[in-house]
């Protein structure tokens, strides 16, 4: 069925340091949405994906989706106290408007100060 | 704006009785959806609503659940009757039409039932 891998589960990171969270899809996906929880909190979108290869950055966020449509990536750099959550990719299927999403298992974020 | 409104905001309860979650989605909002977030389960929808009526109920895990939105302003989810193993933080959350719109989560219900 359609599943979206994340990985790592955790990540343990100093203050100052990159961080980099993975999504996989076995089959293409038609777009890819990014979510920020904070702990206690809910998810928070933060960006979609669209097109093949694409790259967006937000500040010290850098959002990529793969040539083939199948994996993306969350890239932060020189990380702070206030990233510390646990971002989920977010994958949709085929091209109807069904709205449903097929999250993956989360990446949770420590930064130590 | 008022985002999307859950009630309540924690809820304990014993085994066997019945929890009803609410929410009320953003105004204009045509999709809505139902989510649990364990720590072992990851976030899994349960059901979603498109105009109000279900569309994809498959994540619902078993008969004790159920879920309505007799308008489009307001939904709820029950439990009945519920186990131990239903205690979870259920979120609601909203989306316009399309599936290349963000979806809008609630504060989400922490349920615990003892």
């Known amino acids: 069925g359609q599943q979206v891998m994340q990985i790592p589960q955790y990540q343990h990171v100093q203050e100052g340091e990159d961080f980099t969270t993975y999504c996989n899809s076995s089959t293409t996906l038609s777009n890819i949405q990014w979510y920020k929880q904070r702990p206690g909190g809910h998810p928070v979108f933060l960006i979609q994906?669209?097109?093949?290869?694409e790259v967006k950055k937000q500040k010290r966020l850098t959002f990529q989706f793969g040539e083939a449509k199948k994996n993306s990536s969350l890239h932060i750099t020189a990380t702070q106290t206030t990233d510390v959550g646990t971002y989920f990719c977010a994958g949709i299927y085929g091209s109807s408007n069904t709205g449903k999403l097929i999250f993956g298992q989360g990446t949770t974020l420590q930064v130590k100060p | 704006d008022a985002g999307v409104i859950q009630s309540p905001r924690h809820e304990v309860t014993e085994m066997g009785q019945e929890v009803t979650l609410r929410c009320k989605p953003i105004s204009g909002h045509d999709y809505l959806f139902w989510y649990r977030q364990t720590m072992m389960r990851g976030l899994e929808l349960l059901i979603y609503f498109n105009n109000n009526v279900p569309i994809d109920d498959s994540g619902m895990p078993e008969d004790r659940f159920s879920a309505k939105m007799p308008n489009a302003s307001f939904s709820t989810l029950k439990i009945q009757p519920s186990e131990p193993r239903d205690s979870a933080v259920y979120f609601c959350a909203s989306s316009f039409w399309g599936h290349n719109q963000p979806q809008h989560f609630g504060d989400g219900t922490r349920l615990s039932i003892l």
């Open positions: 994906l669209v097109k093949s290869g």
